[in-house]
């Protein structure tokens, strides 16, 4: 063991802790998204906010240099802003923060049997909202079980440290309580921002098959529903057993590469900007270009491109001579490596067996690979 840099707790060793990136400093993506309305948005690595309300969000990460989290070792935290407000929510509207657990990191839960294990989760959490929140653990697999917890926001614009229990109860420990041992989603961690009445017959820490109209409790209060209402969260750790403020583990820092490199199993940013080099490929024809992408880590599956492309957005350099393309194409990828592939029709003009180098060439170009949960 040994003193983590900059924070006054202790590493504990031989295990990686749950939740990935819970002290929010990776951001490889950027720093800020605005106007979001739609589902699936990434910005801090592993934490995705859903917005399926009339609501629009910005979502950032923050740098932190005041206040009980920083005081407490953290240097950023993941803030979500509604920049248009919905207060007046559809039964079906939503609106949730997560993370997905990988199953296969699920199986010291012992769900589906008669050992299953309590859980603690813990936070900093800092609102201008105050009353009661909602943070509920999602269980997909088999059948949908879930647990609701409240929570108290009590002084707008604080940090907050929060300590939540989440119960084996004999739901969670019936058969049909399991997790499936692979690599698809085994848990999700949900803070609930806003919810309509579809979702919100939860029981506060009971664990509940009752599909998503168990997701909150009729608690649950509309976090979006005025302009520049926010949440702040970071420091968020899941602990099997159950903990108390004054019993709970010291949040586990890991070095940033060790983080960024857990993160980099679900998406790998390779290069972006311009004039930043993409690798090196070859001709396989006249109109046929190839390059390999090996992946620093094995990601969870096969992933897909992430691509921002365009007109004009990669050169190749190749025979004394460079050429704008507008896209390439992901081809064979494997969790260990994938070809990079381009042709006529993305602009591909060059002599076969010549060798080349590829680069972008716009500020906007962005070349990723994304194997998310």
Known sequence: TGLVPNDNTIRRPNAKPLIINGDMMAAVRGTSTASITGSDVFVVDRWRLDEGADSTITMSQETLSSGNAFDNGFL??????????????????????????????????????SNAVDLTLAFWYKSNVTGTHVVTLDKPDSTRTTCPVEFTVS???????????????????????????????GLRIM???????DYTSGTNGSWTQGGTGHFSTSNQQNIGGSNNNYVEVTGVQLEVGQFTSSTLPPFQHEDFGDNLARCQRYYYH????????????SYYGSTSLQSAVHFPVSMRTAPTADFTMGTGYITLHRNGAADEINDLNVEKATVNACDLTADNSD????????????????ASTVVAFKAEL
Do not use: P
């Not at 707008?156 to 989603?185: P, Q």
């Not at 591909?348 to 060798?355: F, M």
């Open 155 to 185: 002084s707008s614009g604080t940090w907050e440290h929060k300590v939540l229990n989440f119960n084996a109860n004999d739901t969670i420990k019936g058969s049909s309580g399991a997790i499936a041992n692979d690599t698809g989603t």
């Open 347 to 362: 602009g591909v003009s060059g002599t076969a067996g010549h060798a080349t180098r590829i680069k972008t060439s716009n």
């Open 270 to 281: 390779h290069a972006s900007g311009d004039n930043v080099v993409v690798g090196m490929g």
């Open 76 to 113: 950023k935290s993941l803030k979500v802003l509604f920049t248009t407000a919905d207060s007046s929510l559809a039964s079906n509207q939503s609106v949730q923060l997560m993370q997905h657990v990988e199953a296969q990191d699920c199986q010291l839960f012992k769900y589906g049997t």
């Open 191 to 197: 803070w609930n921002l806003l919810y309509g009445s």
